[in-house]
């Protein structure tokens, strides 16, 4: 199993910045790839960014140009930098960590974000 917590979220004004971390524990030696999702009240969760193992990123159109996924394998941490925030991001922010040979994914408890004036 792996265990997942994240933070770094908060309340940012419109064209600010947050980065949120997610930190791994657990069976990490068999994690092929970990990715952010966030869920905004009465939505369903969609997907932000994902990076894996070889450091290959994806990213929603929502997304590109804006957010950056990054990690640092030394400390199982997983970041993604948020710039030029707007109302419409504001969500839950969750983090998911997907697993070799398996559909398995393990999920963090997530950390709100929200952008307001």
């Known amino acids: 199993q792996v265990q997942l917590v994240e933070s770094g979220g908060g309340l940012v004004q419109p064209g600010g910045s947050l980065r949120l971390s997610c930190v791994a524990s657990?069976?990490?030696?068999?994690?092929?790839?970990m990715a952010w999702y966030r869920q905004a009240p009465g939505t369903e969760r969609e997907f932000v960014a994902v990076?894996?193992?070889?450091?290959?990123?994806v990213y929603a159109d929502s997304a590109k140009g804006r957010f950056t996924i990054s990690s640092d394998d030394a400390k199982n941490t997983v970041t993604l930098q948020m710039n030029s925030l707007n109302s419409e991001d504001s969500a839950l922010y969750f983090c998911?960590?997907?697993?070799?040979?398996?559909?398995?994914?393990?999920w963090g408890q997530g950390t709100q974000v929200t952008v307001s004036s």
């Open positions: 998911q960590a997907r697993m070799r040979g398996s559909t398995t994914h393990y």
């Open positions: 657990g069976s990490i030696a068999n994690i092929r790839a």
């Open positions: 990076i894996a193992r070889n450091g290959e990123t």
